[in-house]
């Protein structure tokens, strides 16, 4: 939201007729903005699901407004996020992609590309197809996230091999989140549009915090989730109530 704010207020201060060193410097400050927020998120993110990890698996209560800030646990949280999202997207995205430009590139110079594959239904199940095998892959790796947030340290090989008895769930939560992925970006996509036919500026903020609430609650769900995983990937954990 914050980020949203800062590069409207930069886009109202670019002049009319900007020259060219004002607009590599508005290019830059916005980057710096879109990077800062990403990395913001993203230590955000680490910081909320170390704190939900460690109340839930080692029974750590949340002493003030806000959960402990442990250094160690959040950044290597984050750290690890960065590095599950990257492997994810080199085995399931990257070929994924060389997919739809190939079926793109046959279309253009053989021209046998079917019309069917044209429609939003195909492109509907690909994209839910290409997320589940994502999210699968990446909640067989995930158990590395709990496990540093409460000072264990486990490698990739270890984390698919614990969660080698779920797999089957696993791909019921991964159906389950795709489709739920899928459904909040139709939902996004037609707010927006109705904001804009609105052209009831209140409508855009109300928007704004709708979808917040509702990314808050998917993310404590994922993070739950992980926290579940984990502690029966551990017959000697339970989990704390």
Same mark, same amino acid.
């Given at each position: ?5 800062a590069l ?22 916005a980057n ?8 913001? &998120? ?8 170390? @704190?939900?990890? +460690?109340? +839930? ?8 407004? =806000? !959960?402990?800030? $442990? ?23 990257? !070929?994924?992609?060389?997919?739809? /430009?190939? /079926? ?11 019309? @069917? ?20 892959? =990446? ?9 540093? @947030?409460?000072?264990?340290? /486990? ?5 698919w091999r ?20 899928? &459904?909040?970006?139709? &939902? ?5 549009? =109705? ?15 709708? =979808?917040?609430?509702? $990314? ?8 739950? /989730?992980?926290?579940? &995983? ?12």
């Amino acid at each position: 939201m914050l980020a949203f704010l800062a590069l409207i207020g930069l886009q109202n201060s670019v002049p009319d007729a900007p020259t060219y060193e004002q607009m590599r410097t508005i290019q830059r400050v916005a980057n710096t903005i879109i990077h800062g927020s990403f990395m913001g &998120l993203i230590v955000a993110t680490a910081w909320a699901a170390v @704190a939900w990890h +460690r109340h +839930r698996l080692v029974g750590e209560n949340v002493l003030g407004i =806000f !959960p402990r800030f $442990q250094l160690s646990a959040v950044y290597g949280y984050a750290w690890r996020i960065l590095m599950l999202i990257l492997l994810c997207a080199i085995f399931v995205l990257i !070929p994924a992609l060389v997919v739809g /430009i190939v /079926i793109g590139v046959n279309h253009i110079v053989v021209g046998n590309f079917k019309p @069917a594959l044209h429609s939003g239904a195909v492109h509907v199940a690909f994209t839910f197809l290409v997320t589940t095998v994502f999210t699968s892959m =990446f909640l067989r790796y995930a158990m590395i996230l709990p496990a540093k @947030a409460v000072g264990e340290t /486990i490698t990739l090989s270890e984390s698919w091999r614990r969660t080698s008895d779920r797999r089957f769930s696993i791909i019921g939560i991964a159906v389950f989140y795709s489709a739920a992925t899928l &459904l909040y970006g139709y &939902l996004s996509i037609t707010a927006s549009v =109705f904001v804009q036919l609105s052209q009831i500026p209140a409508l855009a903020y109300v928007q704004d915090i709708f =979808f917040l609430f509702v $990314q808050w609650i998917l993310l404590m769900l994922s993070v739950s /989730i992980l926290t579940t &995983l984990y502690a029966e990937s551990r017959p000697v954990l339970r989990l704390k109530m």
